[in-house]
């Protein structure tokens, strides 16, 4: 059985700036590896959702995140700020 090409959705969120995340990248298989080498290369923290993602996916790019995903995008921001703590 052939493995799904894993997807992964990119947000940008400037704190003070912007009022709330906005998609600026999606993709599978390889723009999808490309959109974590880039994440990597910049030091961006990479967070595994699959069911997230799926979600994000079937937004438009640049689109803000709707409110019924405020919550899910929060416990991601939650754990950026604390990564970057540390």
């Given amino acids: 059985m052939k493995e799904k090409p894993g997807k992964a959705a990119a947000l940008k969120y400037r704190n003070g700036e912007d009022s709330v995340p ?26 595994e959702d699959k069911a997230l993602v799926e979600v994000l996916s079937s937004l438009d790019l640049y689109q803000d995140i709707p409110p019924e995903l405020y919550k899910a995008v929060a416990e991601i921001l939650v754990f950026i700020y604390k990564l970057q703590k540390n």
Avoid: M, N
């Fill in 22 to 47: 906005k998609l600026v990248a999606k993709g599978s298989g390889k723009v999808a590896e490309k959109i974590k080498e880039i994440a990597r290369t910049h030091g961006i923290p990479i967070q």
